[in-house]
């Protein structure tokens, strides 16, 4: 099914809102029947698992856990040791879930591994430097379905991440939505 209304989407995303950041993606995802979704920057999963919580088909966790250079605010100050000890942590907690994959690489590259018109919901939270985020968008807008949604984190001031979200929206002239005040998103169109 196809959700072409932007304006009812908008009045749902505001009305999902909770106190609660991580209690957006349950309802959001029964209500927008999301089976495939993926993380772009996963760290310990945190959001992963919440995001997960509605039990998808598939639910793919994209990170590099290493540090290549300058990632996010919040792992440019891990050690190689570090970073390592996240992954298995991060592993840990979903082990025993079949329906989750892990891909441990370059968020943009690992794009590459999927078909277009795949997933029902991607969510990038990974570099988020103009550069960054924009290939990050680029490479994953078209693995999104017609009708659903891209999403990410950190739209706000001081991340690069409004610059390249900015400048992909308009040339796409696709609706800028917020599920969040910091958490945009686009439906794909
Ligand atoms: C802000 S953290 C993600 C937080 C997570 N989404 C959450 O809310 O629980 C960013 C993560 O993205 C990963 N990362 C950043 N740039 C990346 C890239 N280009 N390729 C792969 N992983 C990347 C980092 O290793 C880090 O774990």
């Keep these: 099914m196809l959700f072409t209304d932007l304006n009812a ?39 992963f698992m919440n995001m997960i919580a509605h039990g998808p088909k598939l639910a793919v966790a994209v990170d ?38 892990i891909i441990v690489e370059n968020t943009a590259k690992a794009a590459e591994r999927f078909p277009n018109n795949y997933f029902d919901f991607v969510y990038i939270d990974a570099d988020h430097s103009v550069e960054g ?21 950190d739209y706000r001031r001081g991340f690069g991440v409004v610059e390249a979200v900015n400048k992909f929206v308009a040339e796409k002239k696709l609706k800028l939505m917020f599920l969040a005040p910091s958490t945009w998103a686009v439906v794909k169109v």
């Excluded at 990050?136 to 990410?152: A, M, T």
């Design 9 to 47: 989407i908008e009045a749902d995303f505001k009305a999902i809102k909770t106190r609660n950041y991580y209690k957006i993606w349950e309802p959001f995802m029964r209500k927008y029947n999301c089976q495939r979704v993926c993380e772009l920057g996963v760290f310990k999963g945190d959001n």
């Design 64 to 101: 590099s856990w290493r540090n290549e250079g300058v990632h996010s605010e919040k792992d440019a100050k891990y050690s190689k040791k570090e970073l390592e000890a996240q992954f298995e942590y991060f592993r840990s907690r979903v082990n025993y879930l079949p329906f989750v994959q």
């Design 133 to 153: 985020c924009t290939k990050d968008i680029v490479s994953w807008y078209p693995k999104v379905k017609y009708g659903k949604f891209l999403v990410g984190h």
